[in-house]
């Protein structure tokens, strides 16, 4: 008891001990675990003027662009495309609140009215938009389809938000007009004239080696200039590559397998009886090349132009009688046995004509398509049986049945086109029939009723039956490379990374300036692993690291680090040096001429008066120096008969003197040049304003942080 009493009477110091120790434990595991303390930032992607986009909602925007832009899109290309979609987006709103513009339900209605005003199933019977059968369209979407209705909501958004930036636009366009004093400044600009005579000291007469440019003094030019060499965080790196390629062994290896069906086999060396036909001798050549061979390549029955035949190998296969076998031969990333099955005569190319009844679940059947696979059969067949006893009415049967819209406008026309144009049927139909021919075909598409309307210079066609084998590495040469590339990973991390590569004779690839959010590599394509690598926070200068990619391995090196701020001597060294050779060089010009006329300074240089006339200041271009706007800019500023002291140009030092100063002629109206002065400014609305406005945004980036590249 008294043990219990002593307890609670220091209960409170009992309390505050846990509580602290509570508290340091979640401390350090706070400090062990930085992200917890980021949290923010790792669910923010970006703030734009305030405005935070999150992770989930971004991530799943992305999910929508994957499936629109395809498979052939990357992740990164996706990502970067909904970024700047979403940049967009923000920067905009914040004008459109800032002003308080909007879109309201009815002039929603009406924008709607617009973009669907050609739609078929929103028009009435007299072709006229009905916004009841539009009403009802969103309606039934609501009940029976959640993701349609959610596609709908997404694309009425667009619509807004288009004539949102449309209404802001012109707003920004009625604020930029042209003045007659705009116009008459124009006019002038491009009416007055002068004549010159000059002297260019050009720069090449001094040459290069005479001129020291220090790191200091580019240093210093940067510092200067630090608007113009800003750089975002980059990384260098280095890499040895270790391709996964197939042996000399392994291709060896392929031939022997293939010459087995050229040859056949009744036992093989090891005594077992599995025969296996020769090529050359069996009927079922599908099954064969399919099954019994287990071709990579499946078989493909459609005839083939001697032109559509490998080049190297074309004449020998081309050549080839019925039955005879040609290979093994390298072609395409394959080894290759090829059969020729079969010979015909087929036109080069063909002209048709065609009405395409679709059916519910046909390819690129419309949604408002409602007959079934066999009441469009049935459509498809009246129509035929009509068109057999009057051709007449194929055109209008276009116009009223045909859901081929790219050939409606044509009378369901398709010129001349060649073989293997169309889908496999359809193909087959066009080019074995004959001129005038009128038919049924299905294909993925629904019915097509055809008529071949003309062939023409009919050739040799071959059918060609190929057993293929994929040239790659065996088992053997993909663990050899694999050990070649842990052994180098290894014994590179020991010593010097260049060193060990030349003495191996393995190729160094520098890769320099990757920025955080890059995806492709120089040599290895899109390699978003490599990137995140190099920007990781405990990846020091040297530290190594192997990656798999696509058919081998990567053994990169981070070989430097650099922050943000501003471009590195080195760096901006290519593009500096020249500016400063050349101020230096126009100091050097300067401090050696002492004269005073053009005459003096031309025989001091070795060098000629020489004479431009009808110079303007729209196009401030010398003849026989080029583009030289300071120095036109000079002229202009000189009376006539005014000789210049010695002037900086893009190209020389020079005198110039003014010989003739021919104003533009005074015009009672300068309404056409201000014209075109707002049609100038309007067009650069388009062009410029969204640029500006990103420009001068509180833009703050987390993808990287956030981890979502």
């Known amino acids: ?50 405005k935070d986009i999150t992770r989930e909602d971004f991530l799943q925007k992305v999910e929508v662009a994957q499936r629109q832009m395809g498979p052939n899109a990357t992740n990164t290309q996706v990502m970067n495309r909904v970024w700047e979609q979403e940049v967009r987006q923000a920067v905009m709103e914040t004008q459109y609140e800032e002003l308080g513009i909007s879109v309201e339900k009815d002039q929603m209605r009406d924008l709607l009215k617009t973009a669907l005003a050609t739609s078929p199933e929103f028009l009435n019977e007299a072709g006229i938009f009905d916004e009841n059968k539009l009403n009802e369209y969103i309606a039934n979407l609501k009940e029976t389809s959640p993701s349609g209705f959610e596609s709908w909501v997404n694309y009425e958004k667009q619509v807004a938000a288009n004539a949102l930036q449309q209404n802001y636009f012109n707003l920004v366009k009625a604020g930029l007009t042209g003045t007659m004093a705009d116009g008459e400044l124009e006019h002038k600009l491009e009416g007055n004239k002068v ?24 240093s210093n030019y940067i510092s200067k200039n630090k608007n113009q060499y800003k750089v975002d965080a980059s990384r260098d790196i280095r890499f040895v590559e270790f391709k996964e390629v197939a042996s000399v062994e392994d291709e060896n290896a392929l031939k022997a397998d293939l010459l087995t069906y050229v040859n056949g086999r009744f036992v093989d060396e090891t005594g077992r009886k599995d025969t296996i036909v020769a090529f050359s001798k069996v009927k079922n050549n599908a099954d064969y090349i399919n099954l019994t061979a287990a071709s990579d390549l499946k078989f493909n029955e459609r005839f083939i132009f001697k032109s559509n035949l490998p080049s190297t190998i074309a004449d020998s296969i081309y050549n080839l009688n019925v039955g005879e076998v040609y290979g093994p031969y390298k072609d395409n990333g394959y080894y290759k046995v090829s059969k020729l099955i079969a010979v ?25 398509v409602t007959q079934t696979e066999a009441e469009a059969k049935k459509t498809a067949d009246s129509l035929l049986s009509i068109l057999k006893t009057n051709k007449s009415k194929f055109s209008q049967f276009v116009t009223d049945f045909s859901s081929d819209k790219g050939s409606v406008a044509k ?21 074995e029939g004959k001129t005038g021919d009128l038919g049924i075909v299905k294909t993925v598409f629904g019915f097509h009723i055809i008529e071949i309307e003309g062939q023409k210079d009919k050739n040799k066609a071959v059918q060609v039956g190929t057993i293929a084998r994929t040239i790659e590495p065996s088992e053997a040469t993909s663990d050899k490379v694999f ?42 394509g ?19 690291k192997r990656f798999s990619i696509p058919g081998g391995y990567v053994i990169a090196q981070l070989v430097a680090k650099h922050k943000e701020g501003l471009m590195s001597v080195e760096d901006a060294t290519a593009k500096v040096l020249p500016i400063i050779r050349k101020e230096k060089k126009a100091k050097l010009i300067r401090e050696r001429v002492t004269a005073d006329t053009l005459e003096d300074l031309a025989a001091a240089e070795n060098t000629t008066v020489r004479s431009a006339s009808g110079i303007n200041m729209k196009n401030p271009t010398i003849s026989g120096a080029g583009r030289e706007p300071l120095i036109v800019g000079s002229a202009f500023g000189l009376d006539e008969g005014e000789t210049s002291k010695l002037i900086d140009g893009e190209n020389g030092v020079y005198m110039i003197q003014v010989t003739k100063v021919t104003p533009a002629v005074a015009l009672d109206n300068y309404q056409a040049a201000a014209n075109r002065i707002e049609q100038q400014k309007s067009s650069a609305v388009n062009s410029k304003l969204y640029n500006a406005l990103k420009e001068a945004a509180d833009i703050e980036d987390n993808r990287a942080r956030s981890q979502i590249q």
């Not at 307890?7 to 309390?15: C, G």
């Not at 080069?348 to 519910?360: N, Q, Y």
């Open 1 to 50: 008891m008294a043990v219990l009493n002593k307890i609670r009477q220091r209960s409170l110091f009992l309390i505050l001990i846990i509580a602290l120790a509570l508290f340091s434990f979640v401390l350090a595991d706070l400090f062990r675990n930085s992200d917890a303390l980021t949290a923010k930032s790792q669910n923010i992607v970006a703030t734009i003027n305030g």
């Open 195 to 218: 004549d010159i005579k000059y002297v260019q000291v050009s720069y090449n007469s001094i040459p290069d080696s005479i001129v020291k440019v220090s790191k200091s003094d580019i």
């Open 344 to 368: 015909k005569q087929i036109p080069d190319s063909v002209k048709v004509r065609h009405i395409l009844i679709p059916f519910v679940g046909a390819q690129s059947a419309a949604p408002e």
């Open 411 to 431: 009378e369901g026309r398709y010129d001349w086109h060649p073989y293997n144009t169309m889908v496999p049927e359809f193909n087959d139909f066009e080019f």
């Open 483 to 524: 050990r070649g590339a842990s052994n180098f990973e290894i014994n590179a991390g020991k010593g010097d990374f260049e060193s060990l590569a030349k003495e191996n004779n393995y190729v160094v690839r520098p890769v320099n300036g990757i920025k955080v959010l890059d995806e492709s590599i120089p040599g290895v």
């Open 526 to 544: 899109n390699q978003r692993p490599i990137v995140r690598w190099s920007f990781e926070d405990d990846v020091e200068v040297g530290d190594i």
